[in-house]
């Protein structure tokens, strides 16, 4: 059990005068549920001290997806500050945000997704290697119309796409939402208005899959506050409308090592084969560990029922569908669920909805399970797959991802692999909790099906 030493009380009263400096007066202790959201209590400044250690105490059973009790020495959660994450919240004057580790009975916590993803990480670290991450967040900024929320009525085009005028329309969020993400050091490169009307993109510098998770949940943070604040709703749920392409968060992942050199590129392919596309023998392993375990992956990566309307097999309402839905990978194939680029993978099957700490947790499992096993992922499809035939398809071997919650849940629980990876209590609770969730939705009577056939038959 670790204990505060004369070092760390010296590091805290600094942190203490840096931000009352800053006019900081209260801390907000934050850590990440099971299901992504973001939860935590503030702290004044002066007690910051308590929740580095023993930590911000929360009752175990009042949050979703612990499994604790509601008695003894588990019942308690306790949440221990990581100080490399203290930072004040631009968007919100007078207070700093802080990333808790959760801790149960003096131990880190095996369902906390922030722990899970830190032992995997640990993998990484002990070969010299770091796993940098993209995430492209993707969301819609929306309005209560007299109690029908849509995005602003002149955001109409048939193909919205890149979009000046309602991009523009849109600046004094985007402004606010750029200043704070950048005061944060995130480094906001670019803004774009995407394929749906009210839909948007923020691209942000990449970073080690840790802080990558933890600076999802801030971007997520201002982007809901600011949005409340210009009387928006911010939403990242990922296919809010039918008619519309839904929302990913595709990861552009690579391996550095030590140096900096990256383990993932190789400029003539020394792999020996045809491929031809800029990889080592290292990324095209760990990408076949990601396609091998995709369908598990897809719990982690697609958690609700909603997910599935995005992942959809068929032709979007739309027209258009940047989703994936079979296992593949392709040279800037945007139709594959892992896309070569740069001589890195983009992994296109998260949405907007995905736990960070537990998607990133399940991609490095399942590219070091690659690794490990030596894997291979075939060769790449190089063509558009939603313009092949079901025959065509068969032919070359590409299996479709689970299409809806229930299979992608029953997946992650028969994968042993990844199952011993992530932890056997995390996997229990996580499909218990999205297998309840999808039996829920199965037996809710929908609209569509009532007006279809309550008086047919």
Known sequence: MTTPNASNADTIA?????????????????????????????????????????????????????????????????????????????????????????????????????????????????????????????????????????????????????DTKSLLRRTRFLEKLTASLDACGLGVFQIDHEDASGQFEVNYKYADALKAADNFMLFKMAAHHIAEEEGLIFSMMPKPFADRPGSGLHFHLSIADVDGNLIFGSAND??????????????????????????????LCAPTVNSYKRLMCGESLSGTSWAPAFIG?????????????????????????????????GVIAAGMDGIERQLDPGQPINRDIYEMTASERDNLGLKILPQNLGIAAEALKQDQILGDALGKSF?????????????????????????RYMTKF
């Not at 309840?436 to 609209?447: C, D, F, G, T």
């Open 270 to 299: 020394k792999t020996g084969d045809e491929r031809g596309l800029g990889l080592s023998a290292i990324a095209y392993q760990f990408m076949a560990g990601l396609l091998q375990h995709s369908p598990a992956l897809t719990a």
């Open 14 to 162: 600094e942190h203490q005068a840096r931000l009352a400096s800053q006019q900081i007066k209260f801390v907000f202790a934050q850590f990440t549920d099971i299901h992504g959201t973001a939860k935590g209590k503030l702290i004044p400044l002066t007690h910051l001290d308590d929740i580095v250690y023993p930590g911000a105490g929360f009752s175990g059973p009042s949050i979703w997806g612990t499994g604790l009790p509601r008695t003894g020495v588990r019942s308690e959660y306790y949440g221990r500050a990581d100080l490399t994450t203290l930072q004040s919240m631009p968007w919100l004057p007078g207070y700093a945000r802080v990333v808790l580790d959760g801790h149960v009975a003096g131990q880190a916590f095996e369902v906390c997704p922030r722990q899970i993803l830190k032992k995997q990480v640990e993998r990484l670290t002990a070969r010299g290697w770091t796993l940098n991450a993209g995430l492209e967040p993707e969301f819609f900024l929306l309005q209560d119309k007299d109690g029908k929320i849509d995005s602003e009525s002149a955001d109409t085009l048939d193909k919205p796409s890149y």
């Open 427 to 451: 996997v229990h609770e996580f499909v218990a909790l999205k297998s309840a969730e999808w039996m829920e939705y199965s037996q809710h009577v929908s609209n569509w099906e009532s007006s």
């Open 329 to 361: 990978f392709g040279d800037n194939n945007r139709t594959t669920v892992a896309r070569v680029v740069y001589q890195r993978i983009e992994w296109r099957l998260p949405d907007s909805s995905a736990n960070p700490y537990l998607a990133l947790a």
